[in-house]
């Protein structure tokens, strides 16, 4: 009987295989729906707009449908401004971030740069200017200097130069072969978390990139090696757009403006003054009003905010 059991249990497996096979033929064979013709991007300046954005995972491991991450959210960040972005774990950071690089494609609703639709542009031309730093640096096998240009000789003057700034030529001088010391696969551990997270900055910056993605990219940089960044992050404002995921209230000191996640959408908070000035009541399209500069926040869910004052 045994024997009979296990011929029967091979050809249901084969004919679950072969059913298996004929269905991911006919996704294979479904059309892509793309646009026509992608766009390529000119030289950018730096604007993000989101226009009535909403954006859920879609079904769950069940089958039921999960919320949105974000609902009807629209948002408008000017060139060159600095963009705090608070909020509790599993909020949908990283995913504002990734909607930002074209990376994650709204439910509904359109994300814009530069008054470009993502959706019909070019990935390669959005990540040659928009550059995503995550928490986790990777490092790749090659020597230290391979790390921050990417194997391009063309760009190691610029990678030398940013390196400066964030004192990672004090720690190549510490190396065995200085910039020329493999790292990378296998290797990579001996380098402390911070420093990978620093060359992976200064990598990002070679590019010279209009739009800088920073999702909590410093977590494990402290003492000189962080006043180095907050310096250079001081030097990009108003020249790079930059949206910075970060709990450090040293970085949210940087900002323009902060915007907290909270129940699928996004709250601003209005910064105090560094000067005193008399207080302004403004109504919301929502009907809701209060101090401009208060400590309350207003919602960006419902209404286009531009740069703050």
């Known amino acids: 009987v045994q024997p009979l059991e296990t011929a029967a249990g091979v ?14 033929g006919d996704i294979f064979e479904m059309p892509i729906e793309k646009p026509a013709e992608l766009m390529q991007l000119a030289p950018l300046k730096g604007s993000i707009d989101f226009e009535e954005l909403t954006f859920s995972f879609g079904k769950g491991k069940d089958g039921e449908d999960l919320p949105p991450v974000f609902r009807n959210v629209d948002l408008r960040i ?8 608070v909020g509790p774990s ?30 019909e542009c070019e990935s390669s031309d959005i990540h040659h200017q928009v550059a995503y730093l995550p928490q986790e640096a990777v490092m790749f096998s090659g020597t230290f200097l391979e790390n921050l240009t990417m194997f391009r000789e063309n760009r ?6 940013i390196a400066k700034l964030l004192g990672l030529d004090n720690v190549a001088a510490g190396l065995s072969q200085g910039y020329e010391t493999v790292i990378g696969v296998g ?3 001996k380098l402390p978390r911070g420093t990978r997270q620093r060359i992976a900055i200064a990598r990002a910056m070679v590019d010279k990139p209009r739009i800088l993605l920073f999702d909590e990219a410093n977590s494990f940089i402290d003492g000189p090696g962080d006043a180095m960044l907050l310096d250079l992050m001081a030097k990009l404002k108003g020249r790079v757009t930059t949206i910075m995921v970060t709990q450090r209230p040293s970085m949210l000191r940087l900002a323009d403006r902060v915007l907290e996640i909270r129940d699928d959408t996004l709250f601003e908070h209005n910064l105090a003054p560094k000067t005193p000035a008399p207080a302004k009541t403004k109504t919301a399209p929502n009907g809701i009003s209060g101090p401009a500069m208060s400590a309350q926040s207003a919602s960006v869910g419902s209404s286009s905010m531009g740069a703050a004052p």
């Open 156 to 161: 190691t003057d610029d990678a030398l130069g």
């Open 11 to 24: 050809w249901t497996q084969y004919q679950d295989l072969n059913l298996a096979r004929q269905r991911l």
């Open 187 to 189: 290797a990579e551990d």
């Open 78 to 85: 000017e060139p060159g401004q600095t963009i705090g972005i």
């Open 90 to 119: 599993a909020s949908g950071k990283t995913t504002l971030l990734s909607l930002m690089m074209g990376q994650f494609v709204p439910t509904d609703g359109v994300v814009r740069i530069d008054g470009y639709n993502l959706r």
